[in-house]
């Protein structure tokens, strides 16, 4: 119970008070007379106390020696204090109501300190410190739906930091020199230290929840599918994440299907028969399941589903078995649990999920086992003994006597059975009757990709087993994973996925490896199946880390241990299948169908203990990958009733030299003995760690892979290209953010080649263009960013990528003048510039485009200069240059060269040499519009004198000019105005160029040298403020719409 801190004297404290405990900065004290008995002190329990003693001495005691002097001490303690009672008491609340008074005016807090648009929904938060070198920040972390924020005010100075969840690289819990536990988050160029929460388990939860179901949903759009509850980000609560941390834990547990929702846990106790007494456990209520799982890790464990559930009854509350309940199964046998608090309400919802099932998919099949069971007697007698004892169908209990025998290996008769039994593909194959069926008819003749891949790996399934030497197993291996792929799109068809399917089709049927292949795909090896193999790549990653803390000494010799999990991803892929001989490999596949990944985990570890002495003394990785092929070569297994089948990496089976030979049996027993203590919520928790690391790892190689193939072709530095790239993926990420709809998967689609994964609209790229183009116009800045884009999208699907970008930048800052030029040429004609561009429909009111106006300027030195000389050379240079051009542009009407003249105008505004160059342009501009008339006069004409002639034949446009390179109309059609005069007036972009080049100002203007850099910097800080700007005025338009 912290109470606020109070300054009191020690000296007069003393005689009423008796020191307990002490330390150099904290002193905790009794008032005479009072708490000797261990009762209640200051309205707290002695306990509570102590706890919150213990947590000063940890938190706090190690920090303080970095501060300078008492006051600052003072203040600090003062400030951790004060907050941790805020957040206790905002604890309190929140248990209590759904939104309590302390969240609103955090909530208003959190708006206030770091603007953000009003779809950023604040999740969560806490007090904490927020550590700066050795020092630390007190202050409060906000945790919203798509970034981490921090603000302290501490000594007189603020703190603000923002980390979108997408940037953050790594997320973990470690320790520094002060403090024992902090959160450490790691971004690209930074990391940054949190502690001193007071529940930093609770923090760190909902931390991890976050950061998966963003960067999933941001970053892994391909495949990943939300839960219903987080679907709308805006919605989301810190409720809503723990509950999907609980169903996540729930489905990896009992391996059940990803659509399946937690409804309960309820502590209870089992009657276990074979053990004579009740066990205590939870009890886990879903959609369609009842399940049980045992306090004691491994001791007991159950599966129901409701199909197979025939009644659930109360049974008569008696002191012996308090607030029992009966759940009777079809094979007529009785699961009976005691000690369920709110039983009444538990069981009235689950005999309406019955009945809901039963109603869904009624039952009609047959339970029974087949007891022809000729081979391996002695295997099959104790399963038989097993079955007796601990039940034969889905439901059986499942113990450590199971595992055991499990791991011995299932009888070739029994295997398919226990298969479909303990993955619960049974329960799949008997709801769906027909359902494989019609999938065959439907997937049945046609012709993709996908099915082209399958037949072409079709051949290479165990060609060395009979069953696939002939027609009738490749047909049905086809038929299956066809089937499987119309089934599911998404995933299709994987490399792998034939192997795995060929071993399922030989212990089962046809109907039944599908609903396997089903199990394993979509719930048991979650996204290994697809375009990235994300999921296999994650569990690669969890395997190194379980490398470095069980076998610290072969991760300390092999430096980089990424080039042994490459090693082992087929181990993960083909469950070791392709690696390993087959009549061992399938006693491999049956511990995976029993207890997971946690099974292939643990057993990775048992092979590289076996070989670590070799692997220690190895000189590279080739060496490595000998020793373990050869190691996996010559596991064998003895009681294997078949003749033995050998592996698809049999390399060293010539060996002179007899390899040592190891059995199958000995290696999985010494997996489980060594490596079998890795629970499934420590596997679930480094999947979110490390799922972070693969996804961030997949964003760096598209980042390199799109700068190189940009870095050749532009000018721009490596080092900016980044930044851009930064500023560019910012930009379609604060889209995805707060815009409504959110069209993501049209903007990021990882499978597409990397330089077209990331596009942004014409929106995002006007808000780019704003911040980084050297190209400022003021207002007109939006109405040029609006044409660059078009002119940038080339196949008008109103989205463009990054290299597009980046190639108009290269231009605008480090392009000679005459491609400046043409580029802003080609910004005012079609299809830059349209008939309904905004701002373009009445021509620029300025005296300094009158035609009528002489064409005489006076010179410093009092001489003048007739332009009328000049302009009939000036057209004679440029008719013998057009030979040259290899492509020509269309000619550029009045209209068009008056918008031209009008960005010129607004480049210019704000430049330190703004009078000469408009003076300039004036010139040029008149210059212009007399070279436009005198093609409009000469081509009116018809005929006129040489001089004339010579004016026309330089200035009137030929076929080939008025031919458009895109559309293939000529100027006039194209732009359909309506004055026949106006569209006979043309200038090209060789008269412009060429007059532009008279004036030095104009000259020095476009080949003055530009400084990227201080952009780039200022757009990294703007780049939030532009955006949350936009959206606030947008919203304040709506409201004033919505008040009308």
Same mark, same amino acid.
């Not at 030029?821 to 005012?828: G, M, T, V």
């Not at 009045?894 to 003249?901: N, T, V």
């Not at 008279?998 to 000259?1003: K, P």
């Given at each position: 119970?912290?109470?606020?801190?109070?300054?009191?004297?020690?000296?007069?404290?003393?005689?009423l008070?008796v020191t307990?405990?002490? +330390?150099?900065?904290?002193?905790?004290?009794?008032r005479?007379?009072h708490?000797?008995?261990?009762?209640?002190?200051?309205?707290?329990?002695?306990e509570?106390?102590?706890?919150? @003693?213990?947590?000063?001495?940890q938190?706090?005691?190690?920090?303080?020696?970095?501060?300078d002097?008492?006051?600052?001490?003072?203040?600090?303690?003062?400030?951790?204090?004060?907050?941790?009672?805020?957040?206790?008491?905002?604890?309190r609340l929140?248990?209590?109501?759904?939104e309590?008074?302390k969240?609103?005016?955090?909530?208003?807090?959190?708006e206030a300190?770091?603007?953000f648009?009003e779809?950023?929904?604040?999740?969560?938060?806490?007090?904490c410190?927020?550590?700066?070198?050795?020092?630390?920040?007190?202050? @409060?972390?906000?945790?919203?739906?798509?970034?981490l924020?921090?603000?302290?005010?501490?000594?007189g100075?603020?703190?603000?930091?923002?980390?979108?969840?997408?940037?953050i690289?790594?997320?973990?819990?470690?320790?520094?020199?002060?403090?024992t536990?902090?959160?450490?988050?790691?971004?690209?160029?930074?990391?940054?230290?949190?502690?001193?929460?007071?529940?930093?388990?609770?923090v760190?939860?909902?931390?991890?929840?976050? $950061?998966?179901?963003t960067?999933?949903?941001?970053?892994?759009? !391909?495949?990943?599918d939300? %839960?219903?509850?987080?679907?709308e980000?805006s919605q989301?609560?810190?409720?809503?994440?723990?509950?999907?941390?609980?169903?996540e834990?729930?489905?990896?547990?009992?391996?059940?299907?990803?659509?399946e929702?937690?409804?309960?846990v309820? %502590?209870?106790?089992?009657?276990?028969?074979?053990?004579?007494?009740?066990?205590?456990?939870r009890?886990?209520?879903?959609d +369609?399941?009842?399940?049980f799982a045992?306090r004691e890790?491994?001791?007991?464990?159950?599966?129901?589903p409701?199909?197979?559930?025939?009644?659930?009854?109360?049974?008569?509350?008696?002191?012996?078995?308090?607030?029992?309940?009966i759940? +009777?199964?079809?094979?007529?046998?009785?699961?009976?649990?005691?000690e369920l608090?709110?039983?009444d309400?538990?069981?009235?919802?689950?005999?309406?999920r019955?009945k809901?099932?039963?109603?869904?998919?009624p039952?009609?099949?047959?339970?029974?086992?087949?007891?022809?069971?000729?081979?391996?007697?002695?295997?099959?007698?104790l399963?038989?003994d097993?079955?007796?004892?601990?039940?034969?169908?889905?439901?059986?209990?499942?113990?450590?006597?199971?595992?055991?025998l499990?791991?011995?290996?299932?009888p070739?008769?029994?295997?398919?059975?226990?298969?479909?039994?303990?993955?619960?593909?049974?329960t799949?194959?008997?709801?769906?009757?027909?359902?494989?069926?019609?999938?065959?008819?439907?997937?049945?003749?046609?012709?993709?990709l996908?099915?082209?891949?399958?037949?072409?790996?079709?051949?290479r399934?165990?060609?060395e087993?009979?069953?696939?030497?002939?027609?009738?197993g490749? $047909?049905?291996?086809?038929?299956?994973?066809?089937?499987y792929?119309?089934?599911?799109?998404?995933?299709?068809?994987?490399?792998?996925?034939?192997?795995?399917?060929?071993?399922?089709?030989?212990?089962?049927?046809?109907?039944?490896?599908?609903?396997?292949?089903?199990?394993?795909?979509?719930?048991?090896?979650? &996204?290994?199946?697809?375009?990235?193999?994300?999921?296999?790549?994650v569990?690669q990653?969890?395997?190194?880390?379980?490398?470095?803390?069980?076998?610290?000494?072969?991760a300390?010799?092999?430096?980089?241990?990424?080039?042994?999990?490459?090693?082992?991803?087929?181990?993960?892929?083909?469950?070791f299948?392709?690696?390993?001989?087959?009549?061992?490999?399938?006693n491999?596949?049956?511990?995976?169908?029993?207890?997971?990944?946690?099974?292939?985990?643990q057993?990775?570890?048992?092979?590289?203990?076996?070989?670590? !002495?070799d692997?220690?003394?190895?000189?590279?990785?080739?060496?490595?990958?000998?020793?373990?092929?050869?190691?996996?070569d010559?596991?064998?297994?003895?009681?294997?009733p078949?003749?033995?089948?050998?592996?698809?990496?049999?390399?060293?089976?010539?060996?002179?030299?007899?390899?040592?030979?190891? %059995?199958?049996?000995d290696?999985?027993?010494?997996?489980?003995?060594?490596f079998g203590d890795q629970s499934?919520?420590?596997?679930?928790?480094l999947?979110?760690k490390?799922?972070?690391?693969?996804?961030?790892?997949?964003?760096?190689?598209?980042?390199?892979?799109v700068?190189r193939?940009? =870095?050749?072709?532009?000018?721009?530095?490596?080092?900016d290209?980044?930044?851009?790239y930064?500023?560019?993926?910012?930009?379609?990420?604060?889209?995805?953010?707060?815009?409504?709809?959110?069209?993501?998967?049209s903007?990021?689609?990882?499978?597409?080649?990397?330089?077209?994964?990331?596009?942004?609209?014409?929106?995002?790229?006007?808000?780019?263009f704003?911040l980084?183009?050297?190209?400022?116009?003021?207002?007109?800045?939006?109405?040029?960013a609006?044409r660059?884009f078009?002119?940038?999208?080339?196949?008008?699907?109103?989205?463009?990528?990054?290299?597009?970008?980046?190639?108009?930048?290269?231009?605008?800052?480090?392009?000679?003048?005459?491609?400046k030029?043409?580029?802003?040429?080609?910004?005012?004609i079609?299809?830059?510039?349209?008939?309904?561009?905004?701002?373009?429909?009445?021509?620029?009111?300025?005296?300094?485009?009158?035609t009528?106006?002489?064409?005489?300027?006076?010179?410093?030195?009092?001489?003048?200069? &007739?332009?009328?000389?000049?302009?009939?050379?000036? =057209?004679?240079?440029?008719?013998?240059?057009?030979?040259?051009? !290899?492509? !020509?542009?269309?000619?550029?009407?009045?209209?068009?060269?008056?918008?031209?003249?009008?960005?010129?105008?607004?480049?210019f505004?704000?430049?330190?040499?703004?009078?000469?160059?408009?003076?300039?342009?004036?010139?040029?501009?008149?210059?212009?519009?007399?070279i436009?008339e005198?093609?409009?006069?000469?081509?009116s004409?018809?005929?006129?004198?040489?001089?004339?002639?010579?004016?026309?034949?330089?200035?009137?446009?030929s076929?080939?000019?008025?031919?458009?390179?895109?559309?293939?109309?000529?100027?006039? &059609?194209?732009q359909?105005?309506?004055?026949?005069?106006?569209? %006979?007036?043309?200038? +090209?972009?060789?008269?412009?160029?060429?007059?532009l080049l008279?004036?030095?100002?104009?000259?020095n203007?476009?080949?003055?040298?530009?400084?990227?850099?201080?952009k780039?910097?200022?757009?990294?800080?703007?780049?939030?403020?532009?955006?949350t700007?936009?959206?606030?005025?947008?919203?304040?338009?709506?409201?004033k719409l919505?008040?009308?």
């Open positions: 119970m912290w109470l606020k801190p109070e300054e009191v004297l020690l000296k007069n404290a003393l005689k008070w307990q405990k002490s +330390s150099c900065y904290f002193i905790l004290q009794r005479r007379g708490g000797e008995g261990g009762g209640r002190l200051t309205g707290a329990t002695l509570e106390i102590n706890q919150h @003693w213990d947590w000063l001495e938190n706090l005691l190690h920090t303080l020696s970095v501060f002097n008492k006051d600052d001490i003072a203040s600090f303690v003062k400030g951790k204090v004060k907050a941790l009672i805020a957040e206790e008491t905002s604890s929140a248990e209590q109501e759904e309590p008074e969240f609103r005016e955090a909530l208003v807090k959190f300190r770091f603007n648009p779809a950023e929904k604040l999740v969560t938060y806490y007090s410190c927020c550590w700066k070198g050795r020092v630390p920040r007190q202050g @409060w972390l906000y945790l919203s739906i798509n970034h924020c921090f603000y302290s005010f501490f000594l100075k603020e703190l603000k930091l923002v980390v979108p969840w997408v940037d690289q790594k997320l973990e819990r470690t320790s520094n020199v002060f403090l536990d902090t959160i450490r988050i790691t971004t690209q160029n930074k990391e940054r230290d949190f502690s001193m929460f007071l529940n930093l388990d609770e760190f939860k909902v931390m991890e929840q976050l $950061a998966d179901v960067l999933r949903r941001l970053l892994d759009n !391909e495949v990943f939300l %839960d219903p509850d987080l679907q980000p989301i609560t810190k409720r809503d994440l723990e509950a999907r941390a609980q169903n834990f729930f489905r990896a547990f009992f391996r059940l299907p990803r659509k929702k937690l409804h309960a309820v %502590d209870c106790s089992l009657w276990t028969p074979f053990s004579r007494c009740h066990t205590a456990g009890m886990f209520t879903s +369609s399941y009842i399940c045992s890790d491994g001791c007991c464990k159950i599966v129901l409701l199909r197979e559930v025939v009644s659930i009854e109360k049974m008569e509350d008696t002191s012996l078995l308090p607030h029992p309940i759940v +009777s199964i079809r094979s007529k046998v009785a699961f009976q649990f005691i608090r709110d039983r309400s538990l069981v009235e919802a689950l005999l309406v019955l809901q099932v039963h109603a869904n998919h039952v009609h099949y047959d339970t029974s086992v087949d007891d022809d069971m000729s081979r391996e007697q002695i295997k099959i007698s399963w038989n097993h079955f007796v004892e601990y039940g034969r169908t889905v439901c059986m209990f499942r113990t450590e006597k199971i595992r055991k499990v791991a011995m290996g299932i070739e008769s029994l295997r398919g059975r226990l298969w479909l039994l303990f993955s619960d593909a049974v799949d194959l008997a709801s769906h009757p027909g359902y494989y069926g019609n999938l065959v008819e439907e997937s049945l003749g046609k012709c993709c996908v099915t082209e891949e399958i037949e072409r790996d079709l051949h399934s165990l060609p087993h009979p069953a696939f030497q002939n027609e009738t490749i $047909a049905a291996l086809r038929r299956v994973l066809t089937a792929a119309h089934r599911n799109p998404k995933i299709g068809y994987c490399q792998s996925m034939n192997i795995l399917t060929s071993v399922l089709l030989l212990y089962a049927k046809e109907e039944e490896a599908f609903w396997l292949l089903v199990a394993v795909c979509e719930r048991m090896l979650p &996204d290994y199946f697809n375009h990235r193999v994300i999921g296999a790549q569990d990653s969890v395997f190194e880390e379980l490398i470095k803390g069980h076998l610290p000494e072969l300390e010799h092999m430096n980089d241990l990424s080039a042994l999990a490459s090693v082992s991803l087929s181990w993960f892929l083909t469950l299948l392709s690696i390993m001989p087959l009549e061992s490999a399938v491999v596949v049956d511990c995976f169908f029993y207890d997971g990944i946690k099974a292939i985990f057993l990775g570890l048992a092979v590289l203990e076996a070989n670590a !002495e692997l220690c003394s190895s000189k590279d990785d080739g060496q490595a990958l000998m020793i373990l092929s050869r190691f996996l010559h596991i064998k297994n003895e009681d294997s078949g003749p033995p089948v050998g592996s698809h990496h049999a390399f060293f089976s010539d060996d002179q030299e007899p390899y040592p030979v190891t %059995d199958i049996s290696l999985i027993r010494d997996s489980y003995e060594k499934v919520e420590q596997i679930e928790h999947r979110y490390h799922r972070i690391r693969v996804l961030q790892g997949h964003e760096d190689t598209t980042k390199q892979n700068l193939v940009v =870095i050749p072709e532009v000018s721009i530095l490596p080092e290209l980044e930044e851009l930064d500023l560019f993926k910012r930009e379609h990420m604060m889209s995805c953010y707060w815009e409504q709809p959110r069209p993501t998967a903007r990021h689609d990882p499978s597409r080649p990397y330089a077209e994964q990331y596009r942004i609209d014409a929106r995002q790229f006007a808000h780019l704003q980084v183009s050297p190209w400022t116009c003021g207002a007109h800045t939006e109405i040029l609006e660059t078009r002119l940038l999208d080339d196949n008008m699907d109103q989205l463009i990528e990054f290299k597009a970008f980046v190639s108009c930048l290269d231009i605008m800052y480090n392009g000679e003048m005459n491609e030029i043409k580029l802003l040429y080609r910004l005012h079609p299809p830059a510039l349209t008939e309904n561009d905004r701002d373009s429909q009445s021509p620029l009111k300025n005296p300094l485009l009158s009528s106006r002489p064409l005489v300027f006076g010179k410093p030195n009092g001489d003048a200069v &007739d332009y009328q000389k000049q302009l009939k050379q000036m =057209i004679k240079d440029l008719a013998k240059e057009k030979d040259k051009t !290899e492509k !020509e542009l269309p000619k550029m009407s009045q209209r068009e060269f008056i918008q031209f003249c009008k960005t010129l105008y607004s480049m505004h704000e430049d330190p040499e703004e009078n000469d160059l408009y003076q300039a342009i004036a010139t040029v501009t008149t210059l212009l519009l007399q436009g005198v093609g409009q006069r000469s081509s004409s018809g005929s006129c004198s040489q001089e004339c002639g010579e004016e026309l034949q330089a200035s009137a446009p076929p080939e000019d008025s031919v458009f390179a895109d559309t293939g109309k000529t100027p006039q &059609d194209s359909a105005f309506p004055e026949e005069a106006q569209a %006979d007036w043309t200038v +090209s972009l060789e008269h412009i160029l060429a007059s008279t004036e030095q100002s104009l000259v203007f476009f080949e003055k040298p530009l400084d990227m850099k201080s780039l910097e200022n757009a990294k800080i703007n780049q939030y403020n532009l955006k700007s936009e959206m606030s005025h947008q919203s304040q338009s709506e409201l919505s008040n009308l």
